[in-house]
């Protein structure tokens, strides 16, 4: 199975509270592509396409600084000012075309969610064909924990027998339709997780992650909705967020019994030591 990812959801992946971002985990052995090819891009070409082959990964149009961000931070803690001191041709555009070795099929394609296995091949790559070198210093990112509020949650079960699209394979995140235009502003989501809502929010709320602490086991079907943000229409909007702004203000997650507390996430910040143009092919 092929799966498509904009650059966004390919750095996706979970973090503990408290706790810095996991380093991708490896063998005795240097986790490494077999084959790498890493060529400029093609005029015109598309811009931050990406796709996890089943024994690969294959990249078109994609600054340098994007194979960095997906090297070594899962997208929830991911944001500009996370890696510093990269020359400005890295925002130059690459294609990448990565194959793993044949004996590292089978562990590649169970690596999901948090692609460690990825990550790992992906600095090592970096490190063989740009000479990267990093260090790494503390930082913290503004967020916020998904929390059950004291009204309780207003969530239904997804009924086991429920009957969802064919062709659809069930994930954390389930199955989430979006609104159309001109019709009611709300977000539907089914056989959806607490750990999968948390993820669709960090990818609305840009640069402010959202970690699940509902403590909410099992799936759910239910109903995001829009409201107006006017106070003076709707007197019980309050705004209370880490950094003066809400990214989520817009959606309706009380009325699902849940809320989101500000939060400060520790995470680090990658400063580059050292970094070449990708030698040739």
């Known amino acids: ?14 973090i503990a509270i408290g706790q810095p971002p996991p380093a991708p985990q490896t063998t005795a052995q240097t986790q490494a592509f077999e084959i790498v090819s890493i060529r400029p891009s093609k005029p015109g070409s598309p811009w931050g396409s990406a796709q996890i082959l089943p024994d690969g990964l294959r990249a078109n149009g994609v600054g340098l600084w994007q194979s960095l961000a997906m090297a070594y931070f899962p997208m929830k803690l991911y944001s500009p000012d996370r890696i510093q001191g990269e020359p400005s041709w890295t925002r130059d555009q690459y294609d990448i075309e990565a194959k793993v070795a044949p004996a590292d099929v089978a562990k590649w394609q169970k690596q999901a969610p948090q692609n460690l296995m990825l990550q790992a091949m992906l600095q090592q790559m970096l490190a063989d064909r740009c000479k990267l070198a990093v260090h790494r210093i503390p930082a913290s990112i503004a967020g ?8 309780g ?11 969802f699209p064919t062709g659809y394979i069930p994930s954390d995140n389930g199955l989430v339709t979006g609104y159309r235009p001109g019709g009611k502003i709300e977000v539907t989501f089914r056989g959806t997780s607490m750990e999968g809502f948390a993820s669709h929010l960090s990818g609305m709320s840009f640069q ?25 229409a709707d007197p019980s909007v309050v705004i209370v967020t880490p950094t003066g702004e809400n990214p989520l ?14 939060i400060k996430i520790p995470t680090e910040t990658i400063v580059i030591d050292h970094i070449e143009k990708p030698t040739q092919n």
């Not at 199975?1 to 979970?14: E, N, P, V």
């Not at 402010?208 to 003076?232: E, I, K």
């Not at 817009?250 to 500000?262: I, M, N, R």
């Open 153 to 163: 949650p207003k969530l239904k079960p997804t009924p086991p027998d429920e009957i």
């Open 208 to 232: 402010h992650p959202v970690l699940n602490q509902t403590g909410l086991a099992g799936r759910f079907d239910f109903v995001l909705a829009y409201r107006s943000m006017d106070p003076a």
């Open 144 to 151: 916020y924990a998904l929390v059950v509020a004291k009204s």
């Open 249 to 262: 203000a817009s959606w309706d997650v009380k009325a699902l019994g849940l809320q989101l507390d500000p």
């Open 1 to 14: 199975m092929i799966r498509t990812f904009c650059i966004a959801a390919l750095l996706s992946c979970g």
